[in-house]
């Protein structure tokens, strides 16, 4: 993949590596304007959308078409030079791609400076970015409960904890009714485990009905609390109901803040961080500007020895081949595959295809395919070797980048990501997201100037001057880098500021429900 840093101001288009059949439209192109393309003159023909596709030359029906020196699909209509190449004529490249293991490696750059940022240091070794109390709800049938205890610390009743980061209540729609032994409920156990484990959690108040299949035993048994973690369980029919419930629940977070507000930031090196790599909304911007440039800045993190995984497995597919090429062993890369082999026959029992995907709103910002979109999105994990391959809500306990086997549905992928130990995440949006991830903070990365103009307070970094032709990629990438530290210090995410991510725990749910 090219990289971007050659463009200029007013340039029209640009053609990612050499070889490729269509350029990204900067601007919108109007019919019968002469485009300047090297020696020679590109004429559109008709109009095309920016972000979109140009067609730099005559394709036949059924021959491949190229972007980032890859096939993003094949032409189902005959295209000709200047011609808008989206959905009208190009379709799916069902070929099968070559997976080779370890024949691609970057020697990323020796740190020269150590970097830190003001984080908890947990009991059990890990470190926090934020100071969080917790509401583990064991079932669908306790998570009103769980809502009415956070709800009463909307108000002023923190202020007297200041280093305390807020209550969430983490519901969810399952737990009862659950075969214990199934996919489903394994990855349920481990997502609830992980969040009551997760270094941004020091307090747990895991409250349950009573009667479910997922009681608190079950889900604490997975794995040991740190031993700093204040735990409080609650069981609504054996305290008294929900009105006492709330009561003794509110009782016992008041207990937990008290000591909890004691903690204070210490200075800890970035090699300590579990950066969560996530994208949604994403358009034709996405691929050259906000997910290279978040690339540069995973690359460095792991150049420091900290971790970074990328996620969203079916917005991989077409491009693992791109990853396995640079895993750290053979095993690394047919883990990755086998979970590829996965979701193709997962995605044939629920009827659809692997190119269901992109969404409607990915369409309309200019991408075509999964192929092209998985394309772009590979490029948030930057140049680093793949160390290690999660299932969903593994613990990610590999230095080095990673990837986790999840969903493309945002809350969902990261809600994984989170319960395997991510105490950052950065999400890059071309179409506008206003996401975030509670306990741990979302920083969002904007593709496109416009989207930033239109809506900036969502938005904290735009990477829109790439293609504006105002900043290079290391540059924005550098400012990606310094608000990871800023943000994992205790600087605020917009998304933070809006309250945003108690809603955006999803768990991922499959497998037998009695």
């Excluded at 007013?10 to 490729?20: H, K, P, R």
Aim: charged residues 20%.
């Amino acid at each position: 993949m090219s990289h971007i840093n050659s463009i200029a101001t007013g340039t029209s288009v640009l053609v990612m590596a050499e070889g490729d059949d269509v350029a990204v439209a900067l601007r919108d192109l109007v019919p019968g304007e002469a485009i300047t393309l090297g020696d020679s003159v590109l004429n559109v023909v008709g109009a095309v959308p920016s972000g979109h596709k140009i067609a730099l030359g005559s394709v036949a029906v059924g021959d491949k078409v190229h972007k980032y020196g890859q096939s993003i699909g094949t032409a189902t209509a005959p295209i000709v030079r200047g011609e808008h190449v989206h959905s009208q004529n190009l379709g799916m490249d069902l070929g099968a791609r070559v997976h080779e293991f370890g024949t691609v490696h970057t020697e990323l750059p020796a740190p020269t400076v150590r970097r830190t940022f003001d984080g908890y240091r947990r009991a059990s070794g890990r470190a926090g970015t934020r100071n969080y109390i917790a509401i583990l709800t064991t079932v669908n049938c306790s998570g009103t409960t769980a809502k009415l205890i956070a709800d009463r610390f909307r108000g002023d009743l923190l202020d007297r904890f200041p280093h305390v980061d807020g209550v969430i209540a983490l519901t969810h729609q399952s737990g009862c009714g659950l075969v214990l032994e199934s996919e489903g409920a394994q990855m349920l156990v481990r997502t609830l485990n992980g969040y009551a484990a997760h270094p941004n959690i020091a307090g747990v108040l895991v409250l349950s009905l009573g009667c479910e299949m997922t009681p608190a035993d079950v889900i604490l048994g997975q794995g040991e609390l740190p031993a700093d973690t204040l735990l409080t369980t609650l069981s609504i029919q054996e305290t008294g109901g929900m009105r006492a419930t709330v009561a003794a629940g509110v009782e016992a977070i008041l207990e937990m803040a008290e000591k909890l507000d004691e903690r204070r930031r210490e200075p800890i090196d970035i090699s300590e961080l579990v950066l969560g790599l996530n994208c949604g909304g994403s358009d034709g911007y996405s691929g050259i500007t906000a997910n290279p440039a978040l690339g540069w800045a995973s690359d460095v993190l792991v150049a420091n020895g900290a971790t970074s995984v990328l996620a969203e497995t079916p917005e991989i597919y077409g491009a693992e081949h791109l990853l396995t090429a640079r895993a750290t062993s053979r095993e690394v890369g047919l883990k990755l595959i086998d979970r590829i082999n996965w979701w193709e026959k997962y995605i044939v029992t629920g009827g659809g295809t692997m190119d269901n995907n992109p969404s409607p709103g990915n369409k309309a910002g200019g991408i075509t395919t999964i192929l092209e979109k998985s394309l772009g999105a590979v490029a948030k994990a930057g140049r680093a070797d793949l160390a290690a391959v999660y299932e969903y809500a593994e613990p990610m306990s590999v230095r080095g980048l990673g990837f986790m086997d999840t969903p493309g549905y945002d809350p969902v992928s990261v809600t994984g990501l989170v319960a395997g130990g991510a105490t950052v995440v950065v999400f890059t949006t071309g179409r506008g997201s206003v996401f975030g991830c509670k306990p741990t903070p979302s920083i969002k990365v904007g593709t496109n100037t416009a989207l930033f103009v239109r809506q900036g307070d969502d938005v904290d970094i735009n990477a829109g001057r790439i293609a504006d032709g105002t900043a290079r990629v290391e540059e924005v990438g550098a400012e990606i880098l310094d608000m990871i530290i800023a943000v994992a210090s205790g600087k605020q995410t917009t998304s933070e500021e809006f309250n945003v991510g108690q809603e955006e725990f999803v768990p991922w749910h499959i497998g037998a429900v009695t």
